[in-house]
């Protein structure tokens, strides 16, 4: 088979069809996509804005938040233009653009909720030394370390993956451009990159996972020791919005990349990607708003 050009354009299938059914869906997702912007730019703006807010905890929860906005502006804009237009193309830079910021905030994210866990350990662990052990400097070193690390992850696989030569059957089955996808096309035998690529995909997965369960296996040590039923009360709803979170995105991740291949399928794909690009990031906002006192209290001083 002919390799074609590395200028020519990819042309995304995307997640819908014209009939009336996929009509309603679509609307849907923008609802949804439009919550999650106005959700995650507000918790933005709250933790800026009201000084009892900031604490390294909310700082950490801004980065959230600031990932979760920046996914959904990456997908879902392309995503409407190319259903409203038709036009379901997408320039290899734009695709290389999309694998990028998708593999780097979606691995940043990772981390970011490990360094969230270490944050809940000390708060209910250690709340006396928690200025000593949760300080600015140890903050902002774990955010500087997530983001580099799904950064570098990022550069790394998209690079790899707009480096080979795709054949003329240049049709991705998918909403936007996600490596695995992209590497189907690739004329050459394209195995040890996506075991590489496989592996990448697991360690960023699994690391976190294993920090946070540390994390929170020593806060459940804890949290049995204590004799007062309010003090362990207050332990849990401490903890229940970020294990909440961890929930939900690592439940996607796995449930994504450490499936066998064989299990797999175009529509699968599409509809797990739209769980972890969409729906997560909506619920983000919904589930600190609504379990987290001070973030209450700081909506309802800005709504007064």
């Given at each position: 088979m002919?390799?074609?050009n590395?200028?020519a354009d990819?042309i995304?299938l995307?997640?819908?069809?014209?009939?009336g059914?996929?009509?309603?869906?679509f609307v849907?997702?923008l609802i949804i996509a439009?919550?999650s912007?106005?959700?995650?730019?507000?918790?933005?703006?709250l933790?800026?804005?009201?000084?009892?807010l900031?604490?390294?905890m909310y700082?950490?929860?801004?980065?959230?938040s600031?990932?979760?906005?920046?996914?959904?502006?990456?997908?879902v804009?392309?995503?409407a233009?190319?259903?409203?237009t038709?036009k379901?193309?997408?320039?290899p830079a734009g695709?290389?653009f999309?694998?990028?910021f998708?593999?780097?905030?979606?691995g940043?994210?990772?981390?970011?909720l490990a360094?969230?866990?270490?944050?809940?350990?000390?708060?209910v662990?250690?709340?006396?030394?928690?200025?000593?052990?949760?300080?600015?400097k140890?903050c902002?070193?774990?955010?500087l370390?997530s983001?580099?690390?799904?950064?570098?992850?990022g550069?790394?696989?998209?690079?790899?993956?707009?480096n080979?030569?795709?054949?003329?059957t240049?049709?991705?089955?998918?909403?936007?451009?996600?490596?695995?996808?992209?590497?189907?096309?690739?004329?050459?035998?394209?195995s040890?990159f996506?075991y590489?690529?496989y592996?990448?995909?697991?360690?960023?997965l699994l690391?976190?996972?294993?920090?946070i369960?540390?994390?929170?296996?020593?806060?459940?040590?804890?949290?049995?020791?204590?004799h007062?039923?309010e003090?362990?009360k207050?332990a849990?709803?401490?903890?229940?919005?970020?294990?909440?979170?961890?929930?939900l995105?690592f439940?996607?991740?796995?449930?994504t990349?450490?499936r066998?291949k064989s299990y797999r399928?175009?529509?699968?794909?599409?509809?797990v990607?739209?769980?972890?690009?969409?729906?997560t990031?909506?619920l983000?906002?919904?589930?600190?708003s609504?379990?987290?006192?001070?973030?209450?209290?700081?909506?309802?001083?800005?709504?007064?």
């Open positions: 002919e390799n074609w590395i200028t990819f995304l995307g997640l819908f069809n014209h009939t059914a996929h009509r309603f869906l849907l997702v439009f919550t912007l106005v959700g995650n730019t507000l918790m933005l703006f933790i800026l804005l009201d000084p009892r900031h604490r390294p700082f950490l929860l801004s980065q959230l600031l990932m979760d906005l920046m996914l959904i502006s990456t997908i804009p392309k995503m233009v190319d259903y409203l038709e379901k193309l997408i320039s695709c290389g999309q694998i990028f998708f593999i780097t905030l979606g940043g994210e990772c981390f970011l360094a969230m866990s270490y944050d809940r350990y000390v708060a662990c250690h709340p006396l030394r928690y200025p000593v052990l949760m300080s600015w140890l902002l070193s774990m955010i370390g983001w580099f690390l799904g950064t570098a992850d550069l790394m696989q998209a690079a790899a993956t707009l080979f030569s795709f054949c003329r240049h049709e991705i089955d998918h909403f936007f451009c996600e490596a695995p996808t992209l590497v189907r096309l690739a004329c050459a035998d394209t040890v996506e590489v690529m592996i990448c995909c697991v360690l960023m690391i976190p996972i294993f920090l369960l540390i994390s929170y296996c020593l806060i459940l040590a804890a949290v049995l020791q204590m007062s039923n003090a362990r207050k849990f709803a401490t903890c229940s919005s970020h294990l909440s979170v961890v929930g995105f439940g996607a991740g796995n449930f990349y450490m066998p399928s175009a529509n699968y794909n599409k509809v990607s739209v769980y972890y690009t969409i729906f990031p909506v983000n906002p919904l589930i600190y609504l379990r987290n006192s001070e973030v209450k209290g700081a909506l309802r001083k800005c709504m007064d």
